[in-house]
């Protein structure tokens, strides 16, 4: 097999795998991430066996289930009254179904056993402050260029620089972000804080007319996280930093459950966070010769179904496999992305539909079409039974 010198925009979750699935394979890897220090922002991340499978080849799944929390069900409640509506098991269902668990752990956490992963391989794979600006392309190689006017050159490139990705904007050029209408809360509660109104230890979905909420746990239920989706017109950026004022989150979910009140009620006051939520198209092609993408850069997909990171893991996954059974750089990139369009392009269509799943107008409504749902939305048939490492490459 040839050994290549790949070149990776971004240390992201999605960049950081690709790297420890590259080198294990054998290839040299430079990762370039723009921040000054590496680490993650955000909270609660949701791995299925879909993507653990990938982690566990990499070695890593004894880390990730210390770091997680295995929820035993995944419950949809009604908004005010807490009543269950539906319910299908995770933890052990899950685990005995598709040969690998589903795990909640904070972002934070999963980021640096990824980035301590990578630099077993290689202490210096990461370079930091290096923020991408573009690339130069050619039979022989690929050069990327940085802000800072620097450049570096290898076999192939990977943009895993996010949903505003460099390396996407120059292979395809403007990508429009249409607003969603919803704008996402971020929040994170110490479980001590919440005595009685303590929730189960499972994936708490609560839905009422226009917005929902989701709770699970993260540090061996130390933390409790808490994403709610709220209808508004009032538009901000894309980003997880953007702090807002904790009464507009009282304000908003002003008559639900007890439960509920009490996250928010127990949050801190200054650490209220809230992005809006953007669409883009579905791209059915994002390789050249010796550039492609992969995660959000690719195929970015609205939180609703918990598996965004988990598709860049799998891209990662399956790239390498490309990369092995292929006899050039553009061959494998062209079965790569072939093999990977029509999955992440699914995986984006229920994450929009969920959206309206969860947002319907009565009470009424709700309880008719959850009472017409099977449980999972048969997701056990074709998401989470799907294995990156032996799934076949055509």
């Given at each position: 097999?040839?050994?290549?010198?790949?070149?990776?925009?971004?240390?992201?979750?999605?960049?950081?795998?690709?790297?420890?699935?590259?080198?294990?394979?054998?290839?040299?890897?430079?990762?370039?991430?723009?921040?000054?220090?590496?680490?993650?922002?955000?909270?609660?991340?949701?791995?299925?066996?879909?993507?653990?499978?990938?982690?566990?080849?990499?070695?890593?799944?004894?880390?990730?289930?210390?770091?997680?929390?295995?929820?035993?069900?995944?419950?949809?409640?009604?908004?005010?009254?807490?009543?269950?509506?539906?319910?299908?098991?995770?933890?052990?269902?899950?685990?005995?179904?598709?040969?690998?668990?589903?795990?909640?752990?904070?972002?934070?956490?999963?980021?640096?056993?990824?980035?301590?992963?990578?630099?077993?391989?290689?202490?210096d794979v990461v370079r930091?402050?290096?923020?991408?600006?573009?690339?130069?392309?050619?039979?022989?190689?690929?050069?990327?260029?940085?802000?800072?006017?620097?450049?570096?050159?290898?076999?192939?490139?990977?943009?895993?620089?996010?949903?505003?990705?460099?390396?996407?904007?120059?292979?395809?050029?403007?990508?429009?972000?249409?607003?969603?209408?919803?704008?996402?809360?971020?929040?994170?509660?110490?479980?001590?804080?919440?005595?009685?109104?303590?929730?189960?230890?499972?994936?708490?979905?609560?839905?009422?007319?226009?917005?929902?909420?989701?709770?699970?746990?993260?540090?061996?239920?130390?933390?409790?996280?808490?994403?709610?989706?709220?209808?508004?017109?009032?538009?901000?950026?894309?980003?997880?930093?953007?702090?807002?004022?904790?009464?507009k989150l009282k304000d908003?979910?002003?008559?639900?459950?007890?439960?509920?009140?009490?996250?928010?009620?127990?949050?801190?006051?200054?650490?209220?966070?809230?992005?809006?939520?953007?669409?883009?198209?579905?791209?059915?092609?994002?390789?050249?010769?010796?550039?492609?993408?992969?995660?959000?850069?690719?195929?970015?997909?609205?939180?609703?179904?918990?598996?965004?990171?988990?598709?860049?893991?799998?891209?990662?996954?399956?790239?390498?496999?490309?990369?092995?059974?292929?006899?050039?750089?553009?061959?494998?990139?062209?079965?790569?992305?072939?093999?990977?369009?029509?999955?992440?392009?699914?995986?984006?269509?229920?994450?929009?539909?969920?959206?309206?799943?969860?947002?319907?107008?009565?009470?009424?409504?709700?309880?008719?079409?959850?009472?017409?749902?099977?449980?999972?939305?048969?997701?056990?048939?074709?998401?989470?039974?799907?294995?990156?490492?032996?799934?076949?490459?055509?």
């Amino acid at each position: 097999m040839a050994r290549y010198t790949i070149l990776i925009a971004g240390a992201g979750l999605g960049g950081l795998t690709a790297a420890s699935c590259l080198m294990k394979a054998g290839h040299q890897v430079e990762v370039y991430e723009q921040a000054p220090k590496l680490g993650e922002i955000g909270a609660g991340i949701q791995i299925s066996a879909n993507a653990m499978h990938v982690l566990r080849d990499l070695g890593l799944e004894p880390a990730i289930r210390k770091a997680g929390v295995h929820p035993g069900a995944y419950l949809f409640r009604l908004h005010d009254t807490g009543e269950e509506i539906q319910r299908f098991s995770l933890s052990a269902e899950h685990e005995r179904m598709h040969g690998a668990p589903y795990t909640q752990l904070h972002r934070a956490d999963f980021h640096d056993i990824l980035a301590a992963k990578a630099r077993e391989f290689d202490p210096d794979v990461v370079r930091l402050n290096k923020r991408a600006a573009g690339y130069t392309e050619s039979e022989s190689g690929v050069t990327l260029h940085f802000a800072d006017g620097t450049s570096v050159r290898g076999d192939l490139l990977i943009g895993a620089d996010g949903i505003k990705s460099a390396v996407r904007q120059q292979m395809i050029g403007d990508v429009v972000a249409t607003y969603t209408g919803d704008a996402a809360w971020r929040i994170t509660v110490p479980t001590e804080r919440l005595g009685k109104n303590a929730l189960d230890t499972v994936m708490s979905v609560f839905v009422g007319p226009g917005l929902h909420a989701v709770c699970y746990y993260l540090r061996g239920g130390a933390l409790l996280n808490f994403v709610g989706c709220v209808e508004t017109p009032e538009v901000s950026d894309e980003s997880w930093t953007l702090k807002f004022p904790w009464q507009k989150l009282k304000d908003d979910y002003r008559g639900w459950h007890s439960s509920i009140q009490a996250v928010i009620d127990n949050a801190d006051k200054d650490q209220c966070y809230r992005w809006s939520l953007h669409t883009r198209p579905t791209m059915r092609r994002w390789s050249t010769g010796r550039v492609t993408l992969l995660g959000d850069s690719a195929h970015s997909t609205l939180p609703y179904l918990a598996q965004g990171a988990a598709m860049a893991i799998e891209d990662g996954a399956v790239l390498t496999r490309a990369l092995g059974i292929t006899s050039s750089i553009p061959a494998a990139l062209d079965l790569y992305q072939r093999n990977r369009v029509e999955r992440t392009a699914k995986v984006v269509a229920q994450s929009t539909y969920n959206r309206e799943l969860f947002h319907l107008r009565s009470v009424d409504e709700i309880r008719a079409r959850f009472a017409r749902r099977n449980q999972g939305e048969d997701r056990n048939s074709w998401l989470y039974s799907y294995n990156p490492l032996t799934v076949a490459l055509t």
